[in-house]
């Protein structure tokens, strides 16, 4: 288990959550592609990315560095965290319609 340093950047939470958007990104683009049965889209997505990215972790993390006063540190961990986000969302998306270029190819 990582733990967190109060006062600083948790990375660790940041890395899950890019991590997380890059993978449901690649699978996105992937079920455009070939869609997938309706049940595994859902446990897949929202279940168990959801569960392992968590907009709740992102939101504690920010009230706990503007609560010791962090202000500067909590609007560039909330500027990594979209940023980040967004960009790895759209490397997942990139990745998957590469793939699926590759596959039909073959």
Excluded at 2 to 18: F, Q
Excluded at 56 to 76: C, D, K, P, Q, R
């Amino acid at each position: 288990m990582v733990t967190e340093t109060p006062g600083n950047i948790p990375w660790m939470t940041l890395t899950i959550n890019i991590a997380g958007s890059l993978i449901l990104g690649y699978l996105a683009s992937r079920w455009v592609a070939r869609p997938a049965p309706f049940w595994l889209r859902a446990g897949v997505g929202p279940g168990i990315l959801g569960s392992f990215t968590t907009f709740s972790s992102v939101i504690l993390a920010l009230t706990t560095l503007t609560g010791n006063g962090s202000l500067a540190l909590a609007g560039i961990y909330l500027a990594l965290s979209l940023i980040l986000g967004l960009c790895a969302a759209a490397l997942g998306l990139a990745l998957g319609r590469r793939s699926v270029r590759e596959v039909r190819h073959r």
